[in-house]
């Protein structure tokens, strides 16, 4: 196998060094090659010394693993001066060849070498600080969805069943309820004569949910719950700030994405930070949903079968979609619910949402290359397509029902 650089260093990272081996053409023997296994910390200073010595020892090539983020240090130093290829640990492991219990370094020393490895995608600078701010954001509207779950317990460690009548019981309603709960009334028509608006109509109900022994404990946890839950609104508010203002470059890309059902524009701002609104990066739609990971699985032998699940993807691109697709599916009349709503039947619900995923990555990589909005097909796409089976389908259901059809044409020239 021909050797494509003939000094390649590999590096195995942790988070307190890297085993790097530098693998160098023979001094004795033409065609032969030597490895030198070294260690190195992880703190800037070490990493530094490290360039100077691969810069020194001639290193045309580095390969690393992307080992949780411990290899970003390494990658964006040494990237200033030497040619850096950071390759996904699980290709590397499928990779046939390694009979010999030899160090992960050298391993992929040997590998680099010989080109058997692929770069996996590192965005530039500012897309990566968009995805820290968008990612972020999510973790931060994660964790203040888990204060309302805590809260609500809490109501039920205490015999208030507000949510059982309130949808939210953070809204403007609930959280005059709280206030006045933690203030100390204990009067339940005096809590449920706090409701606003149409929530006025069940003040009966709120005063029978409402009775319950609310103490000074409860009141206390209500009020860290309540102020945590300020803190993260007022956080995401200066998040949402920071996002827009990053976003201005994209902001026709998210004009594009908002006219999918499903996508809003918080979903929008996700996926372009995750996919860098850029499809030039990604060959093909195939290529975009299998680097998803809502791209079917396809594992087959003698003609069955037997494994269709989704590759692992970007978790924080898959989420997105998921949501996107939820929401797509509620969405009435339109192209994607008559979709999830055919594969349901067949498929379950489950595998009709990773559908509707792979169907709108693969709309927004061809709205994205071509510039182009969202063309909604219509909720009645699959009656058109096929009226002949959708007038089979909907005789069966007749015939189901006891009722004899007898289908006569309508005359078009009438």
């Avoid at 950071?86 to 040997?110: F, M």
């Avoid at 309130?166 to 809590?191: K, T």
Wanted: hydrophobic content about 40%; glycine content about 8%; aromatic content about 6%.
């Amino acid at each position: 196998m021909d050797v494509l650089h003939e000094r390649c260093a590999g590096m195995d990272i942790s988070k307190k060094d890297a085993k790097v081996c530098v693998r160098t053409p023979g001094t004795k023997r033409r065609g032969t090659f030597t490895s030198e296994i070294t260690t190195w910390g992880a703190t800037t200073n070490a990493v530094l010394e490290l360039r100077d010595h691969l810069v020194a020892a001639g290193v045309t090539l580095v390969v690393m693993e992307a080992t949780s983020d411990y290899w970003k240090p390494f990658y964006f130093l040494l990237a200033e001066d030497l040619n850096v290829m950071l390759v996904n640990a699980r290709q590397v492991k499928n990779l046939p060849g390694r009979k010999t219990d030899v160090s992960d370094a050298a391993w992929l020393a040997q590998l680099g070498a010989h080109g058997l490895v692929r770069a996996s995608f590192v965005p530039p600078q500012p897309i990566r600080e968009l995805r820290d701010l968008t990612r972020m954001r999510t973790q931060l509207t994660r964790t203040r969805g888990q204060i309302v779950q805590r809260l609500e317990k809490m109501l039920e460690d205490s015999g208030v069943k507000l949510s059982s009548v309130a949808a939210d019981i953070m809204g403007v309603s609930g959280r005059a309820m709280l206030e006045a709960l933690i203030a100390g009334q204990d009067d339940p028509h005096a809590l449920a004569d706090l409701a606003k608006r149409r929530l006025r109509n069940k003040i009966p109900e709120l005063t029978e949910a409402l009775t319950g022994r609310f103490r000074e404990h409860h009141g206390f946890l209500a009020r860290l719950h309540l102020d945590h839950y300020d803190h993260l609104t007022t956080a995401l508010e200066g998040l949402n700030a920071r996002i827009a203002e990053a976003m201005s470059p994209f902001r026709p890309a998210l004009e594009l994405l908002d006219t999918i059902p499903g996508i809003n524009q918080a979903l929008a701002e996700v996926i372009v930070a995750e996919t860098g609104g850029d499809m030039s990066r990604f060959a093909s739609d195939k290529h975009l949903a299998s680097w998803a990971g809502v791209c079917p699985g396809h594992h087959s032998s003698a003609g069955r079968s037997k494994s269709t699940k989704v590759r692992p993807g970007n978790p924080h691109l898959k989420g997105a979609l998921g949501l996107a697709a939820f929401g797509a599916a509620r969405t009435k009349n339109t192209y994607l619910q008559a979709r999830y709503r055919r594969l349901t039947a067949r498929r379950g619900p489950t595998k009709a949402l990773v559908a509707i995923e792979h169907s709108i990555i693969i709309a927004i990589w061809h709205m994205l290359t071509d510039n182009v909005p969202y063309q909604e097909l219509g909720g009645t796409y699959f009656t058109q397509r096929d009226p002949e089976r959708a007038a089979r389908k909907a005789v069966g259901q007749l015939n189901q029902l006891g009722y004899r059809v007898t289908l006569d044409p309508i005359d078009s020239a009438a």
